[in-house]
């Protein structure tokens, strides 16, 4: 029962739409402007950097503290992934909006930083830099860490539900990046101005 409420709790965290409510209390509603997303990349060809980082920063608490907490009070790999599970189903299918949400990315963010060793996080975080610095499309660079963190995890030999939450969050950030997907394969995805 502790952990269902525990599961319930992180999902329903999760589901705040912080770029909803930043760009609302701007008068805008960010659901309507540019790609229509909620997510930091949104909030920064909207409002600028400094929104669009401070969103990233937030969406990335979820992941982060709904993990953390999972392995603070449960100590199993079990709870563990589920708590994964639900924190990035809560992202991207968050209730306050009618399970329309992000794309899952800065929450992943935050799900790593809580799972791995610093110096891990770290080496991945460069990765995705340089990634996005060569490839300067986001949905592209995120898809394609995404791609590789089930193998990742496994080579790190982690329990079988932590490498099979990361499988679910693979099959769930393409799933949100559908539209993205599309534009991609028609040469007309955006790319950032870095």
């Known amino acids: 029962m502790k952990t269902l409420l525990f599961i319930l709790i992180s999902y329903v965290f999760s589901s705040i739409p912080w770029g909803y ?8 509603d960010i659901t309507k402007v540019g790609s229509g997303n909620i997510g930091g990349t949104n909030i920064y060809r909207t409002f600028g950097l400094r929104l669009g980082i401070l969103v990233g920063i937030l969406d990335l608490l979820k992941g982060f503290l709904s993990v953390t907490l999972a392995q603070a009070f449960f100590r199993s790999d079990f709870v563990v992934g589920l708590s994964i599970i639900s924190s990035i189903s809560g992202h991207i299918f968050p209730v306050f909006l009618k399970f329309k949400g992000g794309k899952g990315a800065a929450t992943t963010g935050g799900i790593l930083l ?8 770290l080496i991945l975080l460069v990765v995705w830099i340089l990634l996005l610095k060569i490839i300067k499309i986001m949905s592209l660079t995120n898809l394609i860490l995404v791609t590789l963190l ?8 982690k329990d079988i539900t932590i490498i099979f939450a990361t499988f679910v969050i693979a099959i769930l950030i393409y799933y ?17 101005k870095i």
């Open 21 to 28: 409510i930043i760009a609302k209390n701007k008068g805008v």
């Open 114 to 121: 809580a799972i791995l060793p610093i110096y891990q996080f």
């Open 176 to 192: 949100a990046h559908r539209k993205n997907l599309s534009r991609l394969t028609k040469g007309t995805e955006l790319k950032l």
């Open 150 to 157: 089930p193998v990742y995890f496994f080579f790190q030999k």
